[in-house]
């Protein structure tokens, strides 16, 4: 038995596990319009439940205390609610998107109601972040909105994530995401951008200035085909860098542990191996994410994980001890898990965890039904 860092998913979409196998073979652009907007536009509150617990199931049993939600356009407080009786710490948002498909897209002064709902349900062990979508899903008065909005409070987008996205007319005509993002004044030390696979001459520069973050997500970078981001190139340049899965149907898998080990390998190609010491990862997952969002108490978690004989004793010989734990799968290896003195899975049992509303199954049919019938093509 082995205690090991708790680790803190900094980009996942807990509305779309529901889906996971329902979005294959498809680049970013229509694997949004012709999968993910229509399956998430078809929850109920109901569906969305079923979606949060199976996401904070997997979460929490690999060993993460802490996360971010990009959220859902409606029903975000549905998320809030689990949010807050699962024990978790969080930072949750409601997607935002005034620009798109009619079946999912709200108007401005819709999407700001919505906020304050949100953010009037939050608490401290879940606090409010603002995120908009992404350039292609937000119109100019949706970003004018946010710059009204307080300054510390948490701010996330995705990033100059795949070629589709960077052919966008406004983009373009900017020099690249990270410019535009910076002139619409979004860019800020509270600020996460999702991805960051295609930045533009001067942009790394930009991050640096404004002190904005950067999440990785390696794998869902390589399933839709968006590239590989220069992680190390960003980490010479000082900029921080978090962790995160994603989504399920993109993704697969809500275990940090294969997002490390992936990362770190990719680093080897961007770089050379040994570049990214395997402390560094356990930090980026871990420790950096909980600072960057005032997770308080955060060192005070505890994660136990089960190692065979064979594991100690590898370990103990181990060159880079903490590479070895890091790569370690902890799905179905993790027997405890600790946050802030309350227990929330020990030994396959999730104590804080409401009961799903209906199955998995009929939670499935009626969110393939209800896009089915919003336009969704087969």
């Known amino acids: 038995m082995e205690r090991v860092t708790p680790t803190v998913q900094s980009h996942v979409h807990l509305c779309q596990t529901l889906f996971r196998g329902m979005a294959e073979n498809r680049t970013l652009i229509p694997w949004l319009e012709e999968r ?22 997997e979460i929490i049993s690999t060993g993460s205390t802490g996360l971010l939600d990009m959220g859902s356009v409606e029903h975000s407080t549905t998320t809030v609610d689990i949010l807050k009786e699962s024990g978790i710490r969080a930072v949750a948002c409601n997607a935002l ?50 710059e009204t909005k307080e300054r510390n409070t948490i701010r996330t987008t995705h990033a100059a994530e795949a070629p589709g996205e960077m052919a966008d007319e406004w983009i373009a005509e900017k020099g690249g995401n990270i410019h535009l993002l910076n002139s619409l004044n979004f860019l800020s030390p509270g600020t996460l951008l999702a991805h960051c696979v295609h930045l533009q001459p001067g942009e790394i520069e930009l991050l640096k200035q404004t002190k904005t973050a950067v999440v990785h997500c390696p794998w869902t970078n390589l399933h839709l085909g968006s590239g590989i981001a220069d992680i190390p190139e960003l980490i010479k340049n000082n900029i921080t860098i978090l962790l995160g899965s994603d989504g399920a149907p993109c993704n697969n898998r809500l275990d940090l542990s294969g997002e490390i080990r992936l990362a770190a390998n990719l680093a080897s190609i961007k770089a050379k191996p040994g570049t990214i010491s395997g402390a560094t990862w356990a930090e980026i997952s ?18 136990h994980l089960n190692l065979t004989e064979t594991e ?4 103990a010989g181990a060159e880079d001890r903490q ?46 039904n209800r896009a089915l019938s919003l336009g969704m093509q087969l």
């Open 286 to 303: 871990s420790t950096r994410a909980a600072e960057f969002f005032n997770f308080e108490n955060f060192k005070n978690d505890k994660v």
């Open 97 to 146: 998107m005034d620009r798109g498909p009619d079946f999912i897209k709200k108007p401005l002064s819709w999407l700001i109601k919505e906020s304050e709902k949100v953010e009037k349900s939050c608490t401290k062990q879940v606090q409010y972040g603002l995120a908009p979508r992404f350039v292609l899903s937000c119109t100019p008065q949706l970003w004018q909105w946010l």
């Open 323 to 368: 590479r070895y734990l890091n790569e370690i799968p902890r799905a179905g290896r993790v027997t405890k898990v600790e946050c802030n003195g309350k227990v929330l899975y020990d030994h396959g049992e999730f104590p804080t965890l409401p009961k799903l509303p209906m199955s998995i199954k009929r939670a499935r049919e009626i969110v393939w």
């Open 36 to 57: 993910i907007w229509p399956l998430e536009a078809a929850h109920t509150p109901e569906t969305l439940a079923v979606s949060v617990i199976l996401s904070l199931r």
């Open 312 to 315: 100690e004793d590898e370990l």
